[in-house]
């Protein structure tokens, strides 16, 4: 019997903990609606209804997270473990409940004690165990209230990978290639801060952080993830007020961007009490609704690039390794020692030292490396806060709850039935007084954070004149923002912000559905400029590549072979055939492959668009004194072998060519589970995909042309007319590989066929597919 089978076959199940009985519609989509007389109650269903579906994943969150994993995996995860432990938060919990909602400890409180209700069960009743646990046979975890604010290292992080990608290619080749990597925007020059050895800062200097933030290979578990190979995630938000909507009514719509897992990282929910009524999505190991509406306002974010992040670079006294210089003397690190349990095997003890600024993840000879994170900060849990402002009622009480937010910063949009609709830039800011964050720092006391800034020193924007307002992670800091207040200089290509704004603009999206196909828009625009540039310079040229891309519009759709050819050249030839001819006029012959890797590796999953369109259309003597000559050359050229290689990848016959043939969607289960039913092993996919990184529907993807990262949760909110709204959530609601809502939103994900996202008891009740009962004991 499955998870997702057992409360809907026994109807009423006793639990002791609630204060009244619960009852939970699951509607034919496997969202579960959960009717509660109290938010305590509200929330412990909203606990067990998690475990219910998605037991095992939310397990391995909080064993990853509190570094728990060689308790069940072995002793090849002891060093992922040390890493968790080093990024928990340590602070006073008083202050950090206080630092949320008033009651966001009694939530986080009955959320746990849901969990654990459902954890009670399964354990008394094994044939109710998940496979995974079956498999490395071990039983899920009770959980503590605290585990939930504790754990940091799920968030989205920014940006210490960026100072150190810096700092590694100013040591190896200046100033000038590292304006080749990335953008930088509000723009800066680049300093090197006074007192830093860049020789100093070993390569993997961020192995323990990438450790310690990123989900673990169970295939290779002591593999240490490339920075250049995470997935930088972002999202896609804007709000229509009535006025440029077809129906007068607001639109929200939001489609947050992460790495691709099975299950989903998302899970929707409905808590329904007398004081509340939210629905949307959230992750399924925390308490409350981070996207969605309450009824009377709808809400969604995108992630908003704030500089969360230093690393700091200490001399180590060469009489003691523990202690770094600080000021005029030596300042003595803070060491913590713990006990790992390890899986058949002793246990292991560990050292984790820590500065004044963070946990120490690198120590040599001569120096030692800690991060600075404001999401180590009390309140800072990864969107814990949601439980506060998705029950605000105006954008007065939500703007209040905003001004608690503290990570991931993120652009929070709004729109109320009144038809109000709002913007806020929310997330705990740094003050650097001294120096702007671009690259690491001495420990030694001269670079030290100056506070944080007031929410309201952040930007937004209410009731906007254009009628509505986007965002795409794009650097959307105002003109007259100040510059001593720049939060960032390492933002998103505006690509996809630009397209939204022109879809909106012309008028092209003035209802709910134009929103989702929005959503699901792959039209590339650096696409089409670079096609620009090309035919420019080869006009009257008549190769089957260039007839191929002259006649295409940019639109990468599946079944386009001009989409083929374009991404392969885009991606594996034009790219670094442009930089090698930049890196010609800074560079030995010799150093060139190698910079060429560093500026465009294979495995980094999201390119910078900025800077090969600043090359080819504006390259000035960055390319020599004959621009027009080198680029054609080189575009030419590279897009024959670009031309070579579909064939090798795709046939020999070009009119069977196909984008989707190439560039694929396949989760597979991170144990690799095999069906117990089949045999076969569990995944989904493959299923044939259109865009890129570059388009309004984010499909992010490996040097396999895997898509790896976008949007596999999606709403778009009919503010007032609720029933209208609609959703995705790919694969499926359920964890469990036999449920039939593991993977039954698959292909409506990718064909773009959205459900119906329910709200009123009516509608629920109509497309309900089973109901069970939550009831305390008598």
Known sequence: MSQQDVPADRRVHVVAGLESSVETLIDRWGVAHIYASSTHDAFFAQGFNAARDRLWQIDLWRRRGLGLLSEVFGPQFVERDRAARLFLFRGDMRQEWLAYGSDTKRIATAFVAGVNAYVDLVNASPGLLPPEFRRYDYLPARWQPEDVARIRSHGLFQNVREEVARARTIRDYGIAVEELRKVREPFVPLTVPEGLDLDAIPDDVLAVYELATTYPDFDDPAHVPSSDAVLLEGSNNWVLGGRVTSTGRAIVANDPHRALSLPSLRYLVHLNTPSFSVIGGGEPALPGVSIGHNGAMAFGMTLFSVDQEDLYVYELDP???????????????????????????????????????????????????????????????????????????????????????????ENQIYADVHGNIAWKAAGLTPRRPNWDGTLPVPGDGRYEWDGFYDADELPGIENP????????????????????????????????????????????????????????????????????????????????????LSRWDGVLDPTSAAAALFEVWHRRHLRPAVLAAALARLLPATAIDDAVARLAPDESLLADSRVLLSLIEQPAERLGPDPAAVLREVMVSSLESAY?????????????WAWGKLHVSILRHPLGLVDERTGDTVKVGPL??????????????????????????????????????????????????????FDDLADGWANGHYFPLLYSRTAVEAATESTFELRPPS
């Open 319 to 409: 009489a003691d390794p523990l202690r770094y210089r600080y000021l005029d003397g030596w300042e003595q690190m803070r060491v913590e020692r713990c006990s790992l349990q390890v899986r058949d095997g002793a246990d292991v003890d560990v050292r984790l030292a820590f500065t004044r600024h963070g946990p120490v993840v690198r120590a040599t000879e001569t120096h030692a490396f800690a991060v600075r994170a404001a999401w180590l900060e009390p309140g800072m849990a990864p969107y814990l806060g949601s439980v506060d402002y998705m029950r605000a009622t105006d954008f007065e009480s939500f703007g209040a709850a905003m001004n608690r937010w503290g990570a991931p910063a």
């Open 465 to 548: 004149e254009a009628g509505w307002f986007a965002s795409a992670n794009e650097m959307n800091l105002p003109p007259d923002h100040p510059v001593d207040k720049t939060v960032t200089h390492d933002w998103y290509a505006p690509d996809r912000k630009q397209r939204i704004d022109s879809s909106i603009s012309q008028g092209r999206v003035r209802s709910v559905s134009d929103a989702a196909g929005l959503q699901g828009d792959v039209t590339s625009l650096p696409a089409q400029r670079i096609l620009r540039v090309l035919l420019r310079l080869v006009d009257g040229d008549a190769t089957p590549a260039l007839t191929m």
């Open 644 to 656: 070579a290689d579909c064939s090798s990848l795709l046939g020999d016959d070009a009119s069977a």
């Open 688 to 741: 044939p995909r259109g865009g890129s990184g570059d388009t309004v529907c984010d499909t992010a993807y490996d040097s396999a042309f895997v898509q790896t990262g976008g949007s596999t949760f999606r709403v778009v909110i009919d503010v007032g007319d609720w029933d209208g709204s609609l959703a995705l959530n790919h694969p499926g609601q359920s964890g469990d590989p036999t449920s039939p809502h």
